[in-house]
């Protein structure tokens, strides 16, 4: 008897939707663009209980007649392509043909649709066993579908999806990425009969960069403009220092199509070159615009990712444009400057090659080359013997405190030096193993500083090289976890609160999780719109902290927690508030390195951050003897 057996048409159409429909934002986002894609100027999405009950997409579109409207229920069912040679040269959002019969399979659908100019409109209706049924229905042109009860046919998804404060968060991500990519459509995005996101359709990039992240966002950002041929990049990058700790403030959309590309990410990072801080990335909103034969959109289900012809060229040009701005922008500085201050020349400000160029210093080369000097031959001291008389008394040494130098050539008796033991390499495909916890002596005393980032102890046992960072973490981290404990968590009134301006979606993650940031120690208010009022923040040693950054850091570790944050327990909220600790290249006094190196010692586990990784590594005596070849 066959053991192959052919899966049942449901079944096969339940496992194709796991590869499309990930979680709610993915069917915004799936609806979003075929909206796009039939012309429309007004979308529309609502969502109830994040997406769990309802998600309902509503257009001003072309709209569908009643064969179109059924055939879109099949799969693989498309009007966007029309035979193979149309897969190099896709301009539309969606091609695939897969995104509602993937969404139908795995809820309960209804489409209402009504092409302008039709008397009446079709009302389709598929259930979660794939059972069809219409009947007509009149309304506004345009397209709206309404999909409930999404995976109540797969309860096992249901149980990957986060708490309802992320997957909102990542519905109001997904909508606002689309705003972006289409400033001259006007979007609209209800949350529990509750506006999150209303942008008009202005066609202006810069009004809808500050309807979603703010005012601030947008006056630390640079414009980008770079063309190379057929390549255009433009849109906007951050001005130095304005940083985050994640990628996912790097935004990149390729032909108006919302991407993630490792090769544009490589080309940012060359651009900022040495102006890049370590461990932080600087945001950017960035539009690239190339022919659609030189890339390859057909790579992910999701249409996430992109495959590029010339990877090459796309990171250079993204490199050149970001580079571009930044000199741009320091130029501008510069002849600000010295409009507003003439005689700033006087303070050394201007640069070197300004006041070089002004001067316009030249000079005439000699006519006749200087001589070249005669060379002076190597003497070889190999074969020198010295004669020394057998009577002769050797001069008493003269005073110390003469200039004179006395040099003698005393025979050297040749050694052979070991080689160095052979450096262990290690394969870039193989993932390093994280370093056991710390097991040698304690250190007694901070004794040096290296690249404002690690501390050196001394101990008896060798020298012990300390992660700044990696340490205060653990202390910060033991310390909410006691004060958890004993509901007593320390806060600090600021003398002027600070009012402070997130994106959209990070507003929304913050008033999910406000109980969370009571807890710590926070007092928060919302100020209407993008901002928000900091009045208190917990008590941290050193009183080393940015609140804008500290926030953004701490939202962005709670945004993948899958529990809601009524049940979050103590570690994960520890671990997000540690975030505060000092970071690398910061500069602490000597009475904070003492004081840092004691606290630490008094942490239970002293040794690892929270997050696993090693505070300290020792060098010890035996491997410092080892290293200089003494035994």
Not at 259 to 265: P, T
Not at 284 to 302: G, M, Q, R
């Amino acid at each position: 008897m066959s053991r192959i057996k052919v899966m049942s048409k449901i079944l096969a159409s339940r496992i194709a939707a796991g590869e499309v429909i990930e979680r709610p934002a993915s069917v915004i986002k799936e609806l979003v663009e075929n909206s796009i894609d039939a012309g429309a100027t007004e979308i529309t999405a609502e969502v109830e209980r994040a997406g769990n009950r309802l998600i309902a997409v509503t257009d001003n579109g072309c709209g569908m007649d009643d064969e179109d409207a059924l055939l879109a229920l099949q799969q693989h069912g498309t009007s966007k392509l029309l035979n193979e040679n149309d897969l190099d040269h896709i301009m539309t959002l969606g091609f695939r043909g897969e995104a509602i019969p993937s969404i139908a399979s795995v809820s309960r659908f209804t489409l209402v649709t009504r092409q302008p100019g039709s008397t009446g409109g079709i009302m389709v209706i598929c259930d979660e066993n794939g059972n069809v049924s219409t009947r007509p229905h009149g309304g506004a042109a345009g397209t709206r579908i309404e999909v409930r009860d999404l995976f109540c046919n797969l309860p096992a998804r249901k149980k990957f999806l986060k708490s309802p404060a992320t997957e909102e968060h990542h519905i109001e991500e997904i909508f606002s990425m689309m705003a972006i990519a289409h400033p001259e459509i006007s979007f609209k995005l209800l949350l529990d009969n509750r506006i999150a996101l209303l942008t008009p359709g202005s066609g202006k990039i810069d009004l809808r960069l500050r309807e979603i992240f703010g005012k601030n966002f947008v006056d630390n950002m640079l414009p980008v403009e770079h063309i190379e041929g057929e390549l255009h990049i433009s849109g906007y990058t951050a001005a130095p220092g304005f940083t985050r700790p994640s990628r996912k403030d790097q935004r990149v959309f390729i032909n108006s199509r919302p991407v993630e590309a490792m090769a544009v990410y490589r080309g940012i990072k060359d651009g900022y070159a040495t102006l890049a801080e370590s461990g932080r990335y600087n945001p950017t909103v960035l539009f690239i615009d190339l022919p659609p034969e030189d890339l390859d959109v057909n790579v992910h289900p999701a249409k996430r990712e992109v495959r590029f012809k010339n990877e090459y060229r796309i990171s250079r040009a993204v490199a050149a444009a970001i580079s571009g701005a930044l000199r741009k922008n320091r130029e501008s500085d510069i002849f600000a400057a010295v409009e507003n201050d003439p005689f700033m020349t006087l303070s050394g400000k201007l640069p070197l090659s300004m006041v070089l160029d002004s001067a316009q210093i030249s000079y005439t080369p000699a006519s006749v080359e200087q001589p070249e000097l005669p060379a002076v031959p190597k003497i070889s001291t190999a074969n020198i013997v010295i004669n020394t008389p057998a009577k002769t008394k050797t001069p008493p040494p003269e005073s110390p405190e003469k200039n004179d130098v006395i040099e003698k050539i005393i025979p050297v008796e040749k050694k052979t030096i070991p080689p160095a033991p052979p450096q262990k390499t290690v394969s870039p495909l193989v993932k390093p193993v994280a370093a056991p916890a710390f097991s040698g002596v304690w250190p007694h005393r901070i004794i040096g500083v290296i690249d404002k980032t690690y501390l050196l102890g001394e101990s008896t046992g060798g020298l012990v090289i300390i992660d700044q960072h990696a340490a205060h973490e653990r202390i910060m981290f033991e310390k909410i976890l006691a004060q958890f404990a004993e509901n007593s968590c320390e806060r600090q009134q600021l003398l002027i609160p600070q009012t402070i301006e997130l994106s959209r979606p990070m507003i929304k993650l913050l008033e999910g999780n406000r109980e969370i940031f009571e807890k710590l120690g926070f007092e928060i208010e919302s100020a209407g719109g993008t901002s928000v009022i900091v009045s208190a923040v917990p008590v941290t040693p050193f009183d080393h902290r940015d609140i804008e950054n500290w926030l953004c850091d701490m939202l962005n570790e709670l945004l993948d927690c899958a529990i809601p944050a009524s049940a979050m327990p103590p570690e994960t909220a520890a671990k997000a508030a540690c975030k505060a600790a000092v970071k690398a290249h910061d500069t602490l006094p000597a009475e904070a390195l003492d004081s840092l190196l004691e606290q630490l010692k008094n942490c239970r586990q002293g040794t690892l951050c929270p997050h696993g990784r090693p505070t300290m590594v020792e060098l010890s005596i035996r491997e410092l003897e080892r290293r200089f070849y003494r035994k």
